[in-house]
């Protein structure tokens, strides 16, 4: 099993419609990065939690480190926002980011 | 201002010939990192350096691939005797050490290079 577990694997929303992305983790962690990658680009971090809530313009990000789950919200969705949605964490023990398998998400105008 | 660098960004390689690829990080930028995104997956670690000390080389998959930041600013990773099993993008991401040296979680990535061994 991996240690980091993401949800759906691929979505598919209509603009304007509300987006949720799930990533839950099974070691301890020290931090959570919710990271966009556009299709030939490089990699974007969004959020760096380790706790509670994060919001960026209609970006929201929680993690609950009791349950060893993070979710990623797009709020009022666009189709600049199709991408791949990659969460990571840093393990508590370790020097080096750990990644899940990444959210493929296409908004359609 | 400049962030991480990364060339080149597309590589064509016979299987069997050595490549080397270079990644230029945020100047002042300490902790280096390099890791292997296979298509449709997520990026995995391959190695971490600490200024030009190479301190994790555990994800590196094979003794065909070596890197390098002999001066701990640029990088270079080198794959020798290139697979087809090689072929993915190639990521490099840079941070800074937060004081005493350890390690600053948030990492500014490269572009990436796309390797293709045909």
Redesign the interface.
């Known amino acids: 099993k991996n240690e ?1 577990e993401q949800s759906p694997q691929n979505l598919t929303a209509q603009e304007g419609e509300f987006i949720t992305i799930n990533c839950s983790y099974s070691v301890g962690i ?2 959570l ?1 919710w ?1 966009q990658q556009h299709p030939g ?5 969004l959020f ?1 939690l380790s706790s509670g809530k994060k919001k960026h313009g209609r970006l929201i990000a929680t993690i609950n480190i009791q349950e060893k789950h993070s979710s990623l919200h797009i709020t009022a969705s666009h189709p600049r926002d199709s991408a791949v949605y ?1 969460c ?1 964490v ?1 393990q508590a023990a370790g ?8 959210t493929r998400v296409l908004v359609k105008p | 201002g400049a962030g991480v660098s990364q060339s080149p960004r597309y590589k064509v390689a016979k299987r069997g010939q050595d490549v080397a690829l270079r990644c230029d990080p945020i100047s002042g930028h300490v902790s280096l990192f390099w890791y292997q995104q296979a298509l449709g997956q997520g990026p995995e670690f391959l190695t971490y350096f600490q200024n030009e000390a190479q301190l994790d080389k555990s994800g590196l998959p094979s003794d065909r691939f070596f890197a390098e930041r002999p001066e701990g600013s640029v990088s270079t990773l080198k794959i020798q005797r290139t697979q087809q099993e090689d072929s993915a993008v190639y990521l490099c991401a840079s941070s800074l050490a937060l004081a005493g040296a350890t390690i600053s979680y948030e990492q500014y990535f490269g572009p990436g290079t796309r390797l293709t061994v045909t």
């Not at chain 1, 680009?41 to 971090?45: A, E, L, R, Y």
């Not at chain 1, 020097?95 to 990444?102: A, P, V």
């Open positions: 980091v020290s931090a990065h990271l680009g490089g990699i974007v971090s760096m990659i990571a840093w020097n080096k980011l750990t990644f899940g398998g990444g």
